[in-house]
Nanobody
Framework: QVQLVESGGGLVQAGGSLRLSCAAS????????MGWYRQAPGKQRELVAS???????NYADSVKGRFTISRDNAKNTMSLQMNSLKPEDTAVYYC???WGAGLSRRDYWGQGTQVTVSS
């Protein structure tokens, strides 16, 4: 089993910064993708950013240039540096790790951490 624990959420004023962290533990396949997703009230969960074990990254257009995702493969940790935060960034942020395809696909989620940006 795999467990993900997020930390670093909180309340910040618009224009401020926060750093989210995610620690994964358990039986983790070495080649995987880790990502941050968010869900605002009344909206669907959406991808914020993802990073594969080789280091390639992907960002939602809404956060490009403001957010930076990184990971430490040796420690199975991932971070999201969020700068120039906007009220529309307010959401519960979830950490996810996944690997494989088809019947071998495995997806694991963290419990989420609240990020609130005040105007």
């Amino acid at each position: 089993q795999v467990q993900l624990v997020e930390s670093g959420g909180g309340l910040v004023q618009a224009g401020g910064s926060l750093r989210l962290s995610c620690a994964a533990s358990g039986s983790i396949f070495s080649i995987n993708t880790m990502g941050w997703y968010r869900q605002a009230p009344g909206k669907q969960r959406e991808l914020v950013a993802s990073i594969i074990s080789g280091g390639s990254t992907n960002y939602a257009d809404s956060v490009k240039g403001r957010f930076t995702i990184s990971r430490d493969n040796a420690k199975n940790t991932m971070s999201l540096q969020m700068n120039s935060l906007k009220p529309e960034d307010t959401a519960v942020y979830y950490c996810k790790i996944y690997w494989g395809a088809g019947l071998s696909r495995r997806d694991y989620w963290g419990q989420g951490t609240q990020v609130t940006v005040s105007s």
